[in-house]
């Protein structure tokens, strides 16, 4: 079955670093496009960034360009979020999620998610 599970998050303040990684498995990885999404504290779900298949084309929101990457090692079936510049509104929860272009979906399987907390 399709599993993906998120780890990396933690407590970092403003202005730190933070590398997530999103463990896939049950499906061939290498040929899927996967997005990172994120929903904050009592807000709804905000798409951060989405990679393609081959991990050539990627795309951001704009609350995280020039401060965030995603990449995808597809030889380790990973996904991963560079997260740089931290800032206490980057607080959320961290998804990834299967699927995704240019911020749209659909996406059909989510992982359990992961906490990123930033503040001083």
């Known amino acids: 079955q399709v599993q993906l599970v998120e780890s990396g998050g933690g407590l970092v303040q403003p202005g730190g670093s933070l590398r997530l990684s999103c463990a896939a498995s049950?499906?061939?990885?290498?040929?899927?496009?996967m997005s990172w999404v994120r929903q904050a504290p009592g807000k709804g779900l905000e798409w951060v960034s989405d990679?393609?298949?081959?991990?050539?084309?990627?795309s951001y929101a704009d609350s995280v360009k020039g401060r965030f990457t995603i990449s995808r090692d597809n030889a380790k079936n990973t996904l991963y979020l560079q997260m740089n510049s931290l800032k206490p509104d980057d607080t959320a929860v961290y998804y990834c999620?299967?699927?995704?272009?240019?911020?749209?979906?659909?996406?059909?399987?989510w992982g359990q998610g992961t906490q990123v907390t930033v503040c001083s």
């Open positions: 999620a299967r699927g995704g272009v240019a911020g749209w979906g659909p996406y059909d399987y």
């Open positions: 049950g499906f061939t990885f290498s040929t899927y496009p």
């Open positions: 990679i393609n298949s081959g991990g050539g084309g990627t």
